[in-house]
């Protein structure tokens, strides 16, 4: 769900505008499933030309989807859902399938061209539908609170606060953040931004469309988004895949506590993966040593930070953060960390951080996390952090202040949605590896409970998050067997996984540079693709 502070602008954020398509306190309990919202049938969609030019060249057709700002009041206000799609080439036709990349605050508009990246060509047999969520991207009104947020800059105390007014400036800083958001253009938006919204959006999209039911591909939190569409519409549910299964129960506090756990023991896989490849890094043989020497660097990047003084701790740990969320980079990152250390030169490091933008996605991560549940005050969270900081350092901090705007959000928390797959009668699938950290596998063993009809296949010891389709024969053929047929293996009789494939591979010291192919050899979605769901996920942990 987040890779770092910073705040970036996805690829297809930033790229993706559509022509225009002509169609116009106490704390809330969340609705459940039981609860019959008023009925709502958008106008058709207004088709036409897409000005991404990757949308252009897979002739793709792009629209705004008109839903209402409040679902409750179906007939009050409207925004507008940016909506592209591909449509199938093959005779066989399955229907539509939706896909979300994950967040929240990821644009989705680029992934109506997913359909390739399916094995066999059964991709060709569905109408493929991306869609930035309300709020996000293309879709007006779009969500901004502060695009020059100094919590996401050079000039920003450590994050671990070593003295008291390190602590008072990032309180400070993130509570400005939250009250930032109150004043924005959008700031309408705020008290809808919830899950279920966006459920109910994409139900509006399966209407639109004049479909029976929704296919849905969803990565990282775009599988907490499946299961709420499923719990809300479980008559509605086709075929599901859900990447980097995320526990609903713990949404979304305790997930992030669960993350700088799992953060920090990936961090010492990767360290491993340096002291076994010593020949190309020339760090040391032993990866006890080489994160002892990290951490001993961090401090000096605090006193004299490196790159013309850009590259401080807090930019070292978000650049290394990247190695503990993938393998993709691991060699890039490698060879750059070794020059810093042999060399003090940290230009490569830096060139990989990602300078402030445009803080759209990190406005719409707040804006669903911070109401979609409950959080607690600044006691607990300082409490937890300090714990968890104790015997995992390696991002309780940072994924402390990230989180922190939800400590004062102008917009009120709710109780947490119940998801519950009782109804559900579709055969969900479901990916996870073993140590993925940002939607750790704990969570993925809990949902594949909390949904009698799903199966879970794990990438075994694998520390990739939302990793399919990068050519682990194993998960990626069951993915396009089940497409399909609608057909999955008959679920084991365990609380654990129902299918062990091998992981995404760790790769080879030495990589091919960032840009000239492939993330990893096999990988079946194109470079920019794999990259645009990354940065998609960058927008939460």
């Not at 930035?132 to 991207?137: E, I």
């Not at 073993?434 to 879970?456: E, M, Q």
């Not at 192919?517 to 794999?530: H, I, K, N, Q, W």
Request: aromatic residues 10%; hydrophobic residues 35%.
């Amino acid at each position: 769900m987040k890779r770092a502070l910073t705040i970036v602008a996805s690829v297809a954020t930033a790229t993706a505008l559509l022509v225009p398509s002509g169609s116009g306190s106490a704390a809330p309990s969340a609705p459940q499933a039981s609860e019959k919202a008023p009925s709502y049938t958008p106008p058709a969609p207004v088709w036409g030309a897409c000005t991404n030019q990757r949308l252009v060249d897979a002739g793709a057709e792009c629209a705004m989807l008109e839903v209402p700002l409040d679902y409750d009041k179906p007939k009050g206000k409207k925004i507008q859902i940016a909506v592209s799609r591909v449509l199938h080439t093959d005779p066989d036709y399955k229907g539509m399938i939706a896909v979300n990349p994950g967040g929240p605050g990821g644009s989705g508009l680029i992934y109506s061209i997913l359909g390739p990246a399916i094995p066999n060509g059964v991709g060709a047999k569905y109408d493929w539908y991306g869609f930035d969520p309300r709020g996000v991207g293309s879709s007006t009104p779009s969500l901004s609170c502060n695009p020059n947020y100094p919590g996401a800059g050079y000039d920003r105390p450590n994050y671990v606060p070593k003295k008291k007014k390190d602590l008072k400036w990032w309180q400070r800083t993130t509570k400005k953040y939250a009250k930032a958001c109150s004043k924005s253009d959008a700031k309408r938006l705020l008290k809808h931004m919830h899950t279920t919204d966006v459920a109910q959006d994409l139900d509006s999209l399966r209407k639109a469309v004049g479909q029976p039911k929704l296919n849905y591909y969803g990565f990282s939190y775009g599988t907490y988004l499946g299961q709420v569409y499923a719990t809300m519409f479980p008559k509605k549910v086709g075929r599901f895949v859900w990447d980097g299964v995320l526990n609903a129960k713990n949404a979304f506090y305790q997930a992030n506590i669960d993350q700088n756990i799992q953060f920090d023991k990936n961090s010492k896989v990767y360290f491993k993966w340096l002291a076994k490849n010593d020949a190309t890094f020339g760090l040391g043989t032993k990866g006890k040593k080489i994160r002892k020497g990290y951490y001993k660097l961090l401090k000096q990047l605090d006193k004299q930070p490196a790159a013309e003084g850009k590259l401080g701790p807090d930019e070292l740990n978000d650049v290394l953060l990247s190695a503990a969320y993938y393998v993709y980079d691991w060699a890039e990152i490698g060879a750059a960390y070794a020059k810093l250390v042999t060399t003090g030169d940290g230009a490569d490091l830096i060139a990989m951080y990602d300078e402030p933008g445009d803080d759209n996605g990190f406005a719409v991560y707040n804006g669903v996390q911070c109401t979609d549940a409950k959080w607690p005050g600044w006691k607990q969270t300082e409490a937890d952090t300090r714990r968890v900081h104790k015997k995992h350092p390696f991002l309780a901090w940072n994924n402390t202040w990230y989180n922190a705007p939800c400590l004062n959000w102008p917009a009120t928390s709710r109780d947490a949605f119940e998801v519950s797959g009782k109804k559900v009668k579709s055969r969900i699938l479901m990916v996870a590896e073993t140590r993925d950290a940002a939607t750790v596998f704990s969570g993925a063993v809990a949902t594949r409970k909390a949904f009698p009809t799903s199966f879970l296949i794990e990438g075994k010891g694998g520390t990739t998050h939302s990793g399919s389709l990068s050519g682990v024969e194993c998960t990626d053929n069951l993915i396009a067997s089940y497409l399909d047929t609608g057909v999955l293996p008959k679920r084991k009789k365990n609380k654990r996984s129902d299918l062990k494939c091998d992981p995404v591979p760790q790769p080879a010291a030495a990589a091919p540079a960032r840009g000239t192919g492939p993330l990893t050899v096999d990988d079946r979605m194109p470079a920019y693709l794999r990259k645009a769901l990354i940065e998609a996920q960058s927008t939460g942990r």
